[in-house]
């Protein structure tokens, strides 16, 4: 598998289709976890991000962000400039159904943006926000209809800690590589990066996994034994399946 | 006071009476941390777990299970066995009013079971879960009207960082001695352990104590000042008692 | 400047008006902070205290309380003399707008207060309390309506790890010196400390910050870009101190 | 593979060869995990032990102590009484060539053990101790001519946090399981872990790689590049071989 | 017990012989912890200061600093004024015998003081420096035939972080109080602190176990089993008074 | 001043002066972290690296390398190759009396290089290297004549923790913005960068500091006090400058 470099253009380009994203909202985070540790990629959920609104869901593609710590000499004042800052470019560059991934080094020390700018990431189409920083206003950033995972609120200006940086190139977030175009979803366990290279094979294996898990539930809640239920034998399998089509039928 | 080994088989056997169970749901951890402390034990409160499922009161007896690091000669498939697993065998040994409390040792950088797990623990009468570690599915989980305590939400598989080892024997679990059989108890500010010889007498001491403070925080709402109130002088312990028996005697 | 000393009776002497707290009242932590780092002070917002009461903002006056790790030949009793515990006489000092602020050095293996003491402090007129240790009861602490900010819920007796040694000194709260005479704001980002000397001034350039970006967030949520509207350029703020003026008129 | 249990008699009885321990005696501990990475194995260097001795190296077979945290009701005195504590049982049962591995659980807040506890192991032909804790007496123990690891050095008795709990069960310590038998391997890196099973094998190649290691070093240092040489083709094998041949008819 | 205020001046006044500070200087900080532990006091050694002069032992009675974080309306300046800072005045009163403890939070993120500092407590006869923050110019300060103890070296000013605000108050250091007047004794292993009532019981009670277990460890280097030796019975205590006894004669 | 972006080509062109290298290896971190202070630059000290070779200074140009957590999908082997891995071309790029700085996000749980490696950036006459993670075969470092700074040792592979990603592009180390082309200067204390713009101004200022200290600690060891002396008045600084200039008269 070819290795990436930091700005490697081609690494966005194959297009996600509209059944992924669909079948990735049906999916939670630990059934992906589980489908990326069949096929051996185990540091894929990000340590440290929560979301901001419990019980809702984010599914897009990784856009990315760095930020180093900040220094006197480079910046010497505090406002961001809007023409020159890549906090603020980024913003502005952000495509529907991106999700705005930023590396703050886990530094929890001030925020890495506010409300106005999350408005702006949603009212571009922006599909989520994602860091191992910090928000400031967390409380008006949870006030959108708009999914946000960060690991504390800090009302500190972010240009008092951290200096963005370079935007899409690979980054670290919450102990994960994130590569640009990754694709990056998120519920209320935390935030979990699917290569896109698998992510349409990932995607359907979670969501039939899904299918088959709320059946099982189902059976362990009316008195069902872990053997034979958890993981499902092949008679257990048989009834899923039966279920399944008989349930399409009537349906 | 004998010393436990790891596995006596001795250490569980004693009754709790429903008597007990009753009077410590009635009783918050703090009323038990101070009455644990009145008569010298300290170190009874968990470091670290927190309530899925704030509001909701636990009461029960533990049932411990020890987790060691993963090591992949020894794990090297994903999936738990269902007929060799000590996770599984574990579960399907808890019996009704029993508390699952498992040594994750603090590590959450994986969960250490899911919502399928947690509804077979609750399917089979367990009276809650209680780790130092993660949960996966931790909505799920929560959504189960049952108590359930841990550090974190992380969706990753339990098997890519724990391996079950023991279950019975005598744990860590957030820098508190859990021997089985002990009675644990939960609420919003975590998890107390009681030893199993001292329960009911905690129990009573705890219920009587929540009693007069109830009355206490009354007469403090209603601008008493502390000394006098609280702790309570003789007069105002009078005053407690004669309205709790006059309060008798009306209800 | 001169320097504070410890026990500096000067320091909380020049009285905050009723408008500079009604103003604080309508400024987040993040404004503040904004405010506070253009005039050169980047150290004031506390690290680690949360609030019990997500969306009820709290802003008063410093009254400190210094904690100390307890000693068993200082502390051979569980339960503090209300005669002669600096923690019992310090609450019944505080007056009406008040905020209790205790440097527990971040030590959270203990509570430093429960729910009896913290409805003394609201029965008193305080406006709140903020610790950098945990509280104990925090659901009952939580019940009250009264703002309270701490690191953490725990369930053991305050005097089993601390020891409160002064009241009204320079202390140190989640990384922040705190001056007794301080103005103290919280809200859901967290706490922030105004030295007194600039309160009023801040107070004003926050409110009037607080309005103006609530007139960008509609812009910004009506589609505008960053450039000109994020910081506002002339344009822009000609525009909102018409719509101000307007609404006015108007209101 | 077997999964092992806590107690498995049979885990310890494989021979270790003479041969076997010599070999790892001339072995890094770098060498080591890269053979074990290998091989698939990834978590099997202890995470904080540190070399009290630098420069001396230990190899020997896992003898393990597992700690818990203590408790009032069941620790009431200080002293561990010799005919029952399980740390002084545990070290009168160690043997020549074993490592004394005690799990603590990463709480360096008291020592495990001090300097007359390990001139015991040392006595008894005992090749080392292990401790993800701390020690007392650290500067004493240091003294002893014997290969000892900890975390930290603290003054504080073992009693007043630990509570040894059982002896030759699979731990964890630093990270790492640890099953009885294992081999263990300390140098200035820190500790590795060797499963039994594929000792003999990791021994042979991770001294075979020492050499060639030595060798490459030698050329580095005479300016060599990194390509071809590290990792080395296959003209930078045919020397090194060529060499070690005619070094072992010249020596 | 009277509990102490923040600034009781009859702390200090009790005075310490010199045979006690003697006898302190030949006991380890691991046995006066047993000692301290007899006699219930668990919270004594100092959880984080270590030594930058390994092998010197250092003997002093306390002499406290209390650093709060800096702020910048408060700290305008770099440096301290020698006239007004009471890092510096707290530095021109330390006596001989006297120890520097400084507590700073813990806070190792810049230095608590440097080298010339140093020096200055050591030529006005001070017994040493004691701190849970850090030191700068941490090589040459260990240049000094000094006993100094500290978390980490740092060559940030103190003055970007830390404002001294009080000495000879109540303070908590590594998790410890320290009175003024406390007797402060460190070693390889950290610093322990002797509350000053009990330090001559302390003194004595130490250097006579040092007696014993120096004969202890002889017989268990020699090949005595735990059993009978450590701690002794009966019989072997009388092999030590009778050792003794003889040795005295013959030297 | 512009602000760097993470590939500008410009940024490493100034020269640095043989006579800026020079002075600045006669000057302490904490004499140029005072120095970087007094010119409004306080996040200049790399919080983590320490010095494996007590003693020894190190003075260089900053050369960058960035890891990322590394991803079974993108680092599917063990070994990294030559010919593309960032590492390797990174290593082999380094050009005399520069100072191989390495952004490991302070992950300590694996080595970022380890002795072959080292030798090769000795060999290709660079300066030193640091890295805010961790060194493997930290005894062979350690014996190279040759300046290393890590937070740690470790022996697992770098490459089963660690994806290098880009080289001289802008980087974070130890929560210190290090720009390449930046002077690094190491000693006892740690790591301080200093911006290549002020290199030489600060070099001048902080040899020249170091001088007066040296003469002011004459005096401190003396027995003078701080007043007057540190820092110092007139009459102390005409002393020193007679005393400088007597002495160059002399030698």
């Known amino acids: 598998m070819p290795q990436p470099t930091a700005s490697d253009p081609a690494l966005a380009t194959s297009p996600v289709s509209a059944a992924t994203i669909n079948l990735l909202r049906t999916a939670g985070t630990a059934t992906i ?19 901001l609104r419990p019980g809702e869901r984010m599914v897009g593609v990784a856009f990315t962000l760095r930020y180093v710590p900040f220094r006197e000499d480079i910046d ?9 800052s890549l906090q603020r470019l980024a913003i502005e560059r952000i495509g529907p159904g991106e999700v705005l991934v930023i590396d703050a080094r886990g530094d929890i020390s001030a925020g890495t943006l506010g409300n106005i700018l999350a408005a ?9 926000i994602v860091t191992d920083g910090a ?15 960060c690991q504390a609120a800090n009302a500190r200006l972010s240009s ?23 694709l990056v979803v998120g519920d209320d366990d935390g935030v ?9 094979e990932i995607a359907e294996a979670a ?3 899904e299918g088959l898990e709320d059946f099982l539930l189902t059976q362990i809640r009316a008195g069902a034994p872990l053997l ?4 499902p034998n092949a008679a257990m399998v048989a009834s899923y399946e039966r279920r399944t089509r008989d349930g399409d039928k009537i349906a």
Request: some cysteine.
């Open 76 to 84: 010497p004042g505090l406002a961001y400039d809007n023409e020159q």
């Open 207 to 209: 969501a039939a996994q």
């Open 135 to 149: 928000f400031r206003d967390a409380a008006q950033v949870a006030a959108e209809p708009f999914p946000t995972f």
């Open 33 to 51: 976890c589980s489908q990326l540790a069949k096929r051996g990629l185990h540091r894929t959920f990000l340590f440290g991000p929560r979301p």
């Open 160 to 182: 008092s800690v951290h200096h963005p940086v370079e935007m899409q190139t690979v980054i670290g977030c919450g102990g994960v590589m994130v590569v640009p175009g990754d």
């Open 228 to 231: 034979g239920t958890y993981p």
């Open 120 to 128: 702006r990431v949603r009212a571009r189409g922006g599909a989520g």
């Open 192 to 200: 979990v990066v699917i290569p896109r290279s698998i992510a349409a």
